[in-house]
Structures are given as C-alpha cells and as structure tokens.
C-alpha cells in the first residue's frame, strides 16, 4: 500500500518562514514526479513546486519562485519544501502527490494535506 504523508504545517506571521515534509511509503520515491499542490479557501488545487524524478531540477510556480525551494531526500524517500518570505496569499493546505506529470491530473497518489496560514 502506497501511502504519502505531509507534515510541517502551521501558523505563522508574514514574511516567516516554513518547512514541510513529505515522507512516501510503499514505491520508489525517485522514479516518479514528484509535486507539492496547495489549495486555498474557495479556489481549486494548484501545483507549487513540481520535480520529475528525484534528484532533478524543480519547476516552480510564478506565484512561489524565488521564494520556495523544493527539495528531495531518497534514502529517506522524503520530500521538503522550504517556504520562505510568506505572504497572507500563501494560506492554503499543502499537498504532496506522486505520479507521472506536474498536473494534478497526473497524480496517482495523494497525502493528506496540511494546512499552513499566514497572518498578522
């Protein structure tokens, strides 16, 4: 059984900073793309950071370039995403998902998200 497991999510004030983890059990983490999704109040899932198989280069959205950083670990099949200089925009649960495009489409599996606020 495949399982994806998020976790690092909180509160805190603009312009802090925040990490979260992605921990996958059950598959190879590196041969899959790997993604971090976020879905604010009333808005649909949007990818934030993407990486085709681990290591590789990740692609970020506009909205979190230059302020997040993606990174991965495979000997503990983890996936990071450093989130720096947050803004009230952020707000969101953050997913991470696997599978074989940086769509949500694409995603074959899914971890509980979790949620992170950003505010004053």
């Known amino acids: 059984e495949v399982q994806l497991q998020a976790s690092g999510g909180g509160l805190l004030q603009p312009g802090g900073s925040l990490r979260l983890s992605c921990t996958a059990e059950?598959?190879?983490?590196?041969?899959?793309?790997i993604a971090w999704f976020r879905q604010a109040p009333g808005k649909e899932q949007a990818l934030v950071a993407c990486?085709?198989?681990?290591?590789?280069?990740?692609y970020y959205d506009d909205a979190v370039r230059g302020r997040f950083t993606m990174e991965t670990d495979n000997v503990k099949n983890t996936a990071f995403l450093q989130m720096s200089k947050m803004k009230p925009e952020d707000t969101a649960v953050y997913s991470c998902?696997?599978?074989?495009?940086?769509?949500?489409?694409?995603?074959?599996?899914w971890g509980k998200g979790t949620q992170v606020t950003v505010s004053s």
């Open positions: 059950g598959l190879t983490f590196r041969d899959h793309h």
């Open positions: 998902a696997l599978g074989t495009s940086c769509r949500v489409w694409g995603m074959d599996y």
């Open positions: 990486m085709v198989g681990s290591p590789g280069t990740p």
